[in-house]
């Protein structure tokens, strides 16, 4: 009795095995061509860096073949960047949008993309241009949904990065008979750096930086007559508030730089709807690295520039850029400007606590609006503090940061005076901490002075 | 007894499976967060077409998680591009360097890559640059195994192709005082028309494209004082030809472009020294949608173009550059150049069999010369064919083929005369095949004439 339930018992376990083996095999997926790729990538994810650094598949080492090291967060050192550094200075300079990272490290899974050697090794695609349908498509859905740009009937028009595109934008626009004057390039103070630097340093017979739009138009030269192309950055870097073209007429061009109108910064009060306007993808996503932009119309000298100034962009670049915005709209982009949004209103909720508790320093005021996309009145969580220095002696408020070990940028910079610093709020966490223990520093400081 | 085999047996049999499964979980790869991409990767490689064409994973529909379609070589349509268009004109006109991949379809796994959304979100990599250190690593280590560039205490710069970076040295060069006249941008006959195009679209206040080298050698404007920028391109495109710079003097500048100087297409005699020399991902590769150049000097100047004109490289072109050029690197080249040399050779063969019968076109002839690389004495195997038409009333070469359903390059885009056309040679093997076919028709019919 015992020997039958013996074999009775093994021979079922044999057949559940052999089930098992069976279904096993014909299910498990086998990863064949891509499994090389596939380890480096989940090792290098797998190095753990205490959340206060990555390691990365293209780390230094990697191509003697070793695992690739922590790169460690600003303050940060040790192999797994578990030790913080005394005394170590923040960096709240550039505007490098990582506050978006711990999304992007959740949807590791959906937003991954693996290339071959072969991919798209020609200059054009099939229907003979630069850019991708389904990327182009994509983009025109990623506006419908968020509702910050009318698409249709557009050209759409992509750049190694709005910086690219801004200069092709502004070129475009500058084409006059070369007997003509050159084009004046202005912007309402305080603004974006950029324009300035691009204008100056790519000398262009056919324009000329002229600063401040309210200025010119006060100024005697303001004439009707001179070719004029205005930058309005909406909402503004530095300050984050929406803003309006200053100049009208028929000799007035406007290029409308759209890279901050996103749920994350600002209430999305009306489609953009201009003949001109850019995106960024760094302030879209959080690809710094991978820029793209989009504009509408002055579509063929743009598309010149940018074949002319680099040939286009990169086709891994243009597929990351294409999965990555899968994953933004696949959910209408809830999840994305949710967390986005969340964090920045955290953030400014933290700071206005803080400068609420100073009167040396104060911070720029918006009033809520009413959102078309989170169909709710918000308050704006721009990128950027625009703080100014309250007291007579306090001048320049960028050295009196600097001295309690915070880097900003100088108002200088935007036009602006040196009575003001931008604050980048959308840099990783650990360095938004950082800031915010210093700034209690600084205010407290400051406090004992009052 | 039997009952007792039975009962051994089935026992045994059971510890085999429990081995066999122990053991294959403990060894088997498990994939995780990599799967989807993995997935999508070994689909669309796995899509058939006929082997006149290939499916990707950013194919038209892939938005919508349709399968990607074949996208067909030129002449080839149908589902799986077997159908064969007749009457189809040729492509010979761009260099689109789809000759090498076979290569990289052989080398699918060793130059995958996978990079998920996380991937160095930053503008700047941990040293504070906008460039991966593996990969400038990567780029010495190719031109040190090539021996085609030294790079001992050279700065090596990255642009978003060299076609940036040509700008961007040009820009470099031209700065002077603003008082001066413009510098004037030179080449000699026949040269790439990018040069002329970007000084023209540019047309910045310091720089004037002023044509042929020679020309400039020869007109009293020569004058030892005016400032000049002549480009050597060698081997030269459209040509072939090892070119060397035709001006010297304290007012003269340099740039060497040094794109086609790969063993595929020519000798490589002596490692460039220059104090500025481009060199081309596209023409190294064959990547034409991710390019790449180096450089060496007036670093600063040109660093600062590629921010303000793009903001740097991509980070997952950087990533994919660094995986492609460690596959060309990791057995010295080997592989690749004799790969790409042997096919460019054969396709030199059958064209020259080819020309050899016909009095109207001749091609350009070349020396073998010594080639450090291959070490022995080999043929020049140049990207074009620079044609010329004989017959004194064949003035218009480009209109010749053009009814003969070839499409070249007319040699008046290089400066030169219009009884030149340039075919390209590195295109596809279908794009070569087909151009064979075609020139045969016309070579046997031009032969009727004679």
Known sequence: MEKKLLVT????LNLVFIIHILYNNSTTWNPTWTKRATVEAETAASVSCSGHGRAYVDGLGSLDGNKPPCECNNCYTGNDCSLLLQDCPVDANSGDPLFLEPFWMRQAERSAVLVSGWH??????????SVSKELEKVIRKLHGVVGNAITENRFVIFGSGSTQLLAAAVHALSFIESSSPPARLLASVPFYAMYKEQAEFFDSAHLKFEGDAFAWKKSEDSDNVTQVIEVVTSPNNPDG???RAVLQGPNVKTVHDYAYYWPYFSPITVPA??????FSLSKTTGHAGSRFGTNLSVYEKMKRYVTLSSMGVSRVTQLQVLELLKVVVSDGGDEIFSFGYETLKKRWDTLNKIFSMSNRFSLQTTKPEYCNYFKKVRDFTPSYAWVKCERVEDTNCYEIFRAAKITGRSGKVF????????LSLIRSQDDFDHLIDMLKKLVSRGADFI
Chains 1, 2 share one sequence.
């Open 241 to 243: 508030m929406l803003k």
């Open 9 to 12: 018992v093994s021979i079922i």
């Open 415 to 422: 036009g602006s005076e040196e009575r003001f610093v931008r």
């Open 273 to 278: 709807d201009e003949d001109l306007s850019l």
């Open 120 to 129: 798209r090794m020609s200059y054009i695609y099939q229907d003979g241009t």
